[in-house]
């Protein structure tokens, strides 16, 4: 089974920047999809982007985190990142990488809320 390991999170003051790295144990194209979600404490889950595994690698992205998170994928490597920008309290969360496959439909960061493959998870605090 394919395994999936986040990493890179931590505390970090508004406005600072992390990178978070999910290193998963198989071929990334195994899926189509890729992507990060979260959840805050007593909140709903959160997509916050994707990327197709695939051609062009076509990127989406939540409205809260656009023009600050920058999502990338090594399938040299078998990694998957997310470079946050100009970070907010409100992103406070823990940060889940995920893979699947969404057959025929699009690669969003709501899709990847679905997905069976993820982490365990990387918590992020942003304190003001």
């Known amino acids: 089974q394919v395994q999936l390991v986040e990493s890179g999170g931590g505390s970090v003051q508004a406005g600072g920047s992390l990178r978070l790295s999910c290193a998963v144990s198989?071929?990334?194209?195994?899926?189509?999809?890729l992507g990060w979600f979260r959840q805050a404490p007593g909140k709903e889950r959160e997509g916050v982007a994707s990327?197709?595994?695939?051609?062009?690698?076509?990127?989406l992205y939540a409205d809260s985190v656009k023009d600050r998170f920058t999502i990338s994928r090594d399938n040299t490597q078998n990694t998957l990142y997310l470079q946050m920008n100009s970070l907010k309290p409100e992103d406070t969360a823990m940060y889940y990488c995920a893979g699947g496959w969404t057959y025929g439909g699009p690669c969003t960061p709501q899709a990847s809320i679905g997905f069976v493959s993820r982490g365990q998870g990387t918590q992020v605090t942003v304190s003001l």
């Open positions: 198989g071929y990334l194209y195994i899926w189509n999809c």
């Open positions: 990327i197709e595994t695939r051609g062009s690698g076509n990127s």
